[in-house]
T-cell receptor, first 118, second 111 residues
Framework: GAVVSQHPSRVICKSGTSVKIECRSL??????MFWYRQFPKQSLMLMAT?????????EQGVEKDKFLINHASLTLSTLTVTSAHPEDSSFYIC??????????????FGNGTRLTVT | DQQVKQNSPSLSVQEGRISILNCDYT??????FLWYKKYPAEGPTFLIS?????DKNEDGRFTVFLNKSAKHLSLHIVPSQPGDSAVYFC??????????FGTGTRLTIIP
């Protein structure tokens, strides 16, 4: 079945540094990928929609200059958390939908990245 | 504004019994609903879905029921197994727009 791979699974960085998270679709090409964030005991919140070959679409309240998204190919989207601060510590998850599965095909998720900013 | 709500943050069920997870939504435009299962430190895994034109969908031990008039859906797992212990998210979709997730219910199956 469709697989979405996310890397790294866990990262610890110092405040002020930048961290890049990769999301790859392994079995299909995805013109659109989605980036979610989950705080402890809270729901998955959509941060942005990553569009191949064009600018990402950010949800209200998400700083586009802080969370840089690049969708350079049909199988890779990256999320860079710039100048990370402790409040950015969270669980980040990417997802994509296999377009060959039709409009209602489910989103497939990566395994997530646990970011800890010290 | 939480458009998809899971009012029970946790649920414990004896192994072999039925687990019932509930989800309510407010947006009547949602036309497709999904359930995801999530283990700690992993991404959600798709479990089962239902279109708004149906009221029931069954897949093995998992059945999803949809009551459009009540804007309510539920996931039934029977018989419950220890491996079912996880956090379950319901999610709703309007057209091909973004998924809206509920807050999740932690299911614990007691051996």
């Amino acid at each position: 079945g469709a697989v979405v791979s996310q890397h790294p699974s866990r990262v610890i960085c110092k405040s002020g540094t930048s961290v890049k998270i990769e999301c790859r679709s392994l079995d299909f090409q995805a013109t659109t990928m989605f980036w979610y964030r989950q705080f402890p005991k809270q729901s998955l919140m959509l941060m942005a929609t990553s569009n191949e070959g064009s600018k990402a679409t950010y949800e209200q309240g998400v700083e586009k200059d802080k969370f840089l998204i690049n969708h350079a190919s049909l199988t890779l989207s990256t999320l860079t958390v710039t100048s990370a601060h402790p409040e950015d510590s969270s669980f980040y998850i990417c997802s994509a939908r296999d377009p060959t599965g039709g409009e209602s095909s489910p989103l497939h998720f990566g395994n997530g990245t646990r970011l800890t900013v010290t | 504004d939480q458009q998809v709500k899971q009012n029970s943050p946790s649920l414990s069920v004896q192994e072999g019994r039925i687990s019932i997870l509930n989800c309510d939504y407010t947006n009547s435009m949602f036309d497709y609903f999904l359930w995801y299962k999530k283990y700690p430190a992993e991404g959600p895994t798709f479990l089962i879905s239902i279109s708004s034109i149906k009221d029931k969908n069954e897949d093995g031990r998992f059945t999803v029921f949809l009551n459009k008039s009540a804007k309510h859906l539920s996931l039934h797992i029977v018989p419950s197994q220890p491996g079912d212990s996880a956090v379950y998210f319901c999610a709703a979709l309007f057209g091909n727009e973004k998924l809206t997730f509920g807050t999740g219910t932690r299911l614990t199956i007691i051996p």
